[in-house]
């Protein structure tokens, strides 16, 4: 039945069925905003349907305490690609960085202090006793960089990193493209601790928990388990705010990231809708047909992208039996356990007394 208000149409339950959609992008966090952004771009009429009330995901502001505003996830950022930041205009819509490399100050119980500011090359200018560190130092900076800017475009497309991630087949495959000496050294690289790596390259204690801080800083693997070394690589790998392996504060914090990504949304005419949620996706014969709200309603699209957890999205909106067994097989990896817990704390400079600092 045509509804005469606004040409949709309605099923057999009355609820509305909405044509003239390109794609659907379901989940409205800082992923599904830019794709349907990209999109919209490319002269697609998207629709960006969000479960929740607010725009963002675990980037959304939300009252933590009374009076208090904040976020579940991203505090800092690490990784903004400049090419999404270039072609999706972030900084004609509002992204601005308040501090572009913030600095880690690291405490140590002998009372010494260390401050880095996430420029490995800088670290080398760290006061350093012994030249056989400085020299491992230099070589392991070297090392690094190099193998991060090789592993760039394995680690570009986002999603988890670890073991039974995506990350991890794209990875082996440019192990196995790789001349002989970078594909033994990811090989090396590709399961270690970070903790295996930097005892087996330095001497100095001291010199090496500072780089296990760094390996583990906003990294969901911890130092001592397998990865987790891959995790630093993946850091370095990206930029942000134009600077490669930087920690950037944005103007407003990150929230001020998914606001611009909004407004790069709508300036591409995406229709973006918050306390939609999704129940399942569309199939018809082998395709995708669009997809069906929780409300009964249906968005009618031949594109379909979902910016949401990979396992809800084809097991529980498509359903295991439209899966073939190996992607069931990925979906299903065993991810380990989180076991990392970290606080940071933003300063506006290194407090100079002892009692303070303690
Ligand atoms: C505690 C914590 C700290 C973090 N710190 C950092 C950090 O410092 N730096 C950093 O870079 N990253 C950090 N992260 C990770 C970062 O927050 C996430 O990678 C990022 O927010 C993920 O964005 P997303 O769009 O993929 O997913 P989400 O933000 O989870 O968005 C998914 C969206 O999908 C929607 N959705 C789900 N189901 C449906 C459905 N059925 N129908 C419609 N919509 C649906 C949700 O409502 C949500 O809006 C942190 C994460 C956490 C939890």
Do not use: C, W
């Not at 990504?261 to 569309?282: C, N, Y």
């Amino acid at each position: 039945m045509t509804n005469p208000l606004d040409g949709n149409e309605e099923n057999k339950s009355g609820h509305r069925i909405e044509g003239g959609i390109d794609a659907v992008v379901i989940g409205a966090g800082a992923d599904g905003l830019a794709a349907s952004a990209y999109l919209g771009k490319a002269g697609l009429r998207t629709v960006l349907v969000g479960a929740g009330p607010e725009i963002g995901g675990r980037i959304a502001a939300r009252e933590i305490a009374p009076g208090v505003q904040g976020v579940d996830g991203e505090h800092l950022i690490t990784i903004l690609d400049p090419d999404v930041i270039a072609e999706l205009d972030l900084y004609r819509h509002g992204v601005e960085f308040a501090a572009r490399r913030l600095d880690t100050t690291y405490f140590f119980e002998s009372g010494e202090v260390l401050r880095f500011d996430g420029d490995l090359t800088q670290a080398a200018l760290l006061n350093l006793e012994d030249d056989s560190d400085r020299e491992a130092l230099e070589a392991f900076m070297g090392d690094v960089l190099e193998t991060a800017a090789f592993l760039r475009p394995a680690f570009a497309g986002g999603g988890y990193a670890g073991p039974g991630g995506n990350h991890q087949r794209q990875l082996e495959k440019a192990v196995n493209q790789a001349p002989p000496e970078m594909a033994a050294r990811v090989q090396r690289y590709l399961y270690a601790t970070a903790e295996d790596v930097l005892r087996a390259r330095f001497d100095d204690e001291q010199l090496r928990t500072l780089l296990l801080a760094e390996a583990s800083f906003r990294s969901a693997s911890p130092p001592h388990e397998p990865f987790s070394f891959m995790s630093l690589l993946r850091r370095y790998a990206g930029e942000a705010a134009g600077l490669q392996g930087a920690a950037a504060y944005p103007k407003g914090g990150t929230v001020s990231v998914i606001d611009a990504l909004r407004r790069a949304a709508q300036a591409a005419k995406v229709d973006v809708r918050a306390a939609t949620p999704v129940k399942s996706i569309l199939i018809e014969g082998d395709r995708v047909a669009g997809v069906t709200l929780a409300d009964g309603g249906q968005l009618r699209s031949s594109i379909v992208i979902a910016a949401i957890d990979a396992q809800q999205a084809f097991q529980d909106m498509i359903g295991p039996e439209m899966i073939d067994i190996g992607l069931q097989r990925i979906l299903t990896a065993r991810r380990p356990e989180i076991s990392t817990a970290r606080m940071q704390i933003i300063l506006k400079g290194v407090a100079q007394d002892e009692a303070t600092r303690r």
